[in-house]
């Protein structure tokens, strides 16, 4: 049974820092990418950052510099260190896991909500990241 797990999130002034770990478990490490979505009011789910099976991460623009995605394969897990926060980094963040041979997430476009996205093979239930000015 695969299950994917969220944990940190809260509420932060602009500036500050906060970070997002989640775990994976029921999945095969070499074979799963691990991600990080983020979805606000109103707004389409957006791909933050990606930890792929080949140790090569991404970014979106609107996070370069800021986050930081790091992963532990003996844990099956993955982190997202997230500094310099931002208003507009309020949201819903939701932990990804999918299998490499399904495609690369970068290249897996999501509009929507981003859990009625049924083509993951994993997805945490979200947490809140709220960042006041």
């Known amino acids: 049974e695969v299950d994917v797990v969220e944990s940190g999130g809260g509420s932060v002034q602009t500036g500050g820092s906060l970070r997002l770990s989640c775990t994976a478990s029921?999945?095969?490490?070499?074979?799963?990418?691990l991600g990080w979505y983020r979805q606000a009011p109103g707004n389409e789910c957006e791909l933050v950052s990606v930890?792929?099976?080949?140790?090569?991460?991404y970014y979106s623009d609107s996070v370069k510099g800021r986050f930081f995605i790091s992963r532990d394969n003996a844990k099956n897990t993955v982190s997202l260190q997230m500094t310099s926060l931002k208003p507009e980094d309020t949201a819903v963040y939701y932990c990804?896991?999918?299998?490499?041979?399904?495609?690369?997430?970068?290249?897996?476009?999501?509009?929507?909500?981003?859990?009625?996205?049924?083509?993951?093979?994993?997805w945490g239930k979200g947490t809140l990241v709220t960042v006041s000015s």
């Open positions: 930890f792929s099976t080949d140790g090569s991460t």
């Open positions: 029921g999945f095969t490490v070499d074979d799963t990418e």
């Open positions: 990804a896991a999918d299998d490499v041979a399904d495609g690369p997430l970068v290249r897996t476009p999501i509009t929507g909500f981003c859990l009625d996205y049924s083509g993951m093979d994993g």
